[in-house]
């Protein structure tokens, strides 16, 4: 659906997005994740043919975004940074204009209108003006607009920002029930957010790809080593002597927890999970055992470690 | 076809939804009122009076103060507040083509422009029958100020649509072309009085002023150079918007 090759975009005195390349398949859902000014808004604007790249070329649906503009136009769904809005305007009134813009005919639009007004819960205001909606409602008109006229894409710029916990949920809802039928690339800054509605994130930083993966490779792939960590009910000299003798185990931590427990971080020689072997172990002593975990970096800590290895200069 | 019109009737709902609209609405007014006022003294005081067109549209400056003021007010809203807004680049990432944009928005201007001075013809219309003499107010002169006011309303108009493309700041964009048209006003009012007899450059001048040809349309007279002058400006203006446009698009 999306196929990116070298993109560059240069702003005097700055690069804004630097040789990216990264390729989106039909059906879809991708994450655009970085900090503030890592280059997410230029790179959809470009997408969306609002403007050109520097250098690089970018195909959607097969349509050369600078070559066939009109073409790629027709089968996006853009929804740009901070959802711009006619705040003077009635909702139904708002994006029958759009999809007449959008090229649909008078019977068309008045027909798609309806079935995206069902579709993103806007009923209850359709006739209430822009201006005076709150904005949870307000990004759904931003989203309906975007869906209008039926793309193959959806290109939304930070969807979420700006909302409160339950406006959040059902947007969030929103965007999950439009991956069924719709190839969509959005951008945020919110971790948990493509944790929850993205299939594939491509992490962006300085106008550099840092990392593109499927949400949950991602995550093994930075996991801690292997580390296990256990609570168990012994004295840590016990602890110590019954795992000295393993070859499975380099090293191991341990803290004191709540109770008489012991907290104890196990790092495996090779990769290997050491969860069996650890429960093997309490159980021949007859220890209690109230935690056996591997933990797992969120997206979060990912993100801290690729943006400071960018920092340290080593990747 | 269907676009344009669209584009049109948004650029007129934004007009009168805003609260900028009915100041120009207001302005009009309240000037027209007042050239009321002179054309009412003037009609008193003199024993052979002008012909109420020229009083109005030719030796007074009510007109030129109302096309000068409400111009760049009208059309200071069509790209900038846009931008501001961040809506011009939902605009343009749909497919509609960059004329189909600009001559909206002109259009849209022009339309509500020419809205907001049809109260004057309700003044006209009342003068008439106050004064009871028609050879005050003949029909052919009558025609000849209103393609005056769209002819030389156009010109304006182009520079400030043009003005308007260039910011994103509609303060900025309302003095650009106010600037433009009272210097274009000075410089016509200067050229119009001064001695041009023989005088190649003076004469140039002269029949590129606009104070000359709005003389000469509230006399009734239609003068083709005039006509095609305001037609050329209007249409060069709206190119340069148009190559703006474009400009920013693929720049």
């Known amino acids: 659906m999306i196929e990116v090759q070298n993109l560059t975009k240069r702003y005097p005195g700055r690069t804004a997005v630097d040789g990216i390349s990264f390729t989106v398949g039909r059906g879809e859902v991708v994450g655009f994740l970085g900090p503030n000014g890592a280059g997410k808004s230029t790179t959809m604007r470009i997408l969306s043919s609002f403007m050109p790249a520097t250098s690089g070329t970018v195909r959607i649906a097969g349509y050369d975004v600078f070559h066939q503009p009109d073409e790629v136009r027709r089968r996006i769904g853009y929804m740009p940074e901070n959802n711009p809005l006619h705040i003077d305007m009635r909702v139904r009134d708002y994006l029958k204009f759009r999809a007449r813009l959008k090229g649909l005919g008078i019977g068309r639009s008045r027909q798609r209108v309806d079935r995206v007004i069902e579709q993103c819960g806007l009923k209850d205001v359709e006739k209430r003006i822009i201006g005076q909606l709150s904005k949870g409602y307000r990004q759904r008109v931003g989203l309906a607009d975007a869906l209008v006229h039926d793309p193959d894409l959806i290109i939304l710029d930070e969807p979420t920002i700006g909302l409160d916990p339950h406006q959040l949920r059902s947007v969030r809802a929103l965007i999950k029930e439009l991956g069924r039928q719709h190839t969509v690339l959005l951008s945020t800054h919110i971790l948990t957010e493509v944790e929850m509605t993205c299939s594939r994130v491509l992490i962006l930083n300085q106008g550099r790809i840092l990392a593109a993966d499927r949400v949950e490779d991602l995550e093994s792939r930075f996991s801690q080593d292997g580390r296990v960590v256990a609570e168990i009910d012994a004295t840590p000299e016990a602890i110590r002597e019954a795992f000295r003798d393993l070859p499975e185990v380099a090293a191991l931590e341990i803290q004191a927890a709540a109770g008489a427990f012991q907290r104890v971080a196990f790092t495996p020689k090779s990769g290997q999970d050491l969860r069996p072997l650890v429960f093997e172990q309490v159980r021949q002593h007859d220890w209690s055992l109230r935690e056996l975990t591997r933990p797992r970096l969120s997206l979060e800590d990912i993100f801290i470690q690729l943006t400071q290895k960018k920092k340290g200069g080593d990747l | ?251």
């Open chain 2, 1 to 251: 076809m269907g676009v344009f019109l669209t584009l049109v009737r948004r650029e007129l709902g934004a007009a009168f939804n805003s609260l900028t609209g009915y100041v120009v609405v207001a302005i009009t007014l309240l000037l027209a009122g007042f050239g009321l006022m002179d054309i009412v003294q003037r009609l008193n005081s003199d024993r052979t009076p002008s012909p109420i067109p020229e009083i109005f549209f030719a030796d007074g400056i009510v007109f030129w103060l109302i096309l000068i003021l409400t111009t760049p007010v009208i059309t200071m809203r069509t790209f900038a507040a846009e931008k501001a807004l961040g809506t011009y680049e939902a605009l343009m990432t749909t497919p509609v083509g960059e004329w189909q944009v600009v001559l909206a928005k002109f259009t849209g201007s022009l339309v509500f422009y020419l809205l907001s001075w049809s109260p004057l013809i309700g003044v006209l219309i009342v003068l008439r029958q106050v004064t009871q003499q028609p050879q005050l107010l003949d029909p052919w002169a009558m025609c000849g100020v209103l393609t005056g006011i769209a002819c030389i309303g156009s010109t304006f108009l182009s520079i400030g649509v043009f003005a308007s493309s260039l910011t994103r700041s509609q303060i900025i964009a309302a003095m650009t072309s106010l600037l433009i048209g009272i210097g274009m006003w000075t410089l016509s009012l200067r050229f119009s009085q001064a001695d041009t007899t023989g005088d190649r450059l003076g004469r140039l001048m002269d029949h590129l002023s606009v104070t000359h040809h709005m003389q000469d349309f509230a006399r009734g007279v239609i003068d083709g150079r005039a006509l095609v002058f305001h037609l050329s400006v209007t249409f060069f203006f709206l190119f340069l918007t148009q190559r703006v446009i474009e400009m920013r698009r693929w720049k």
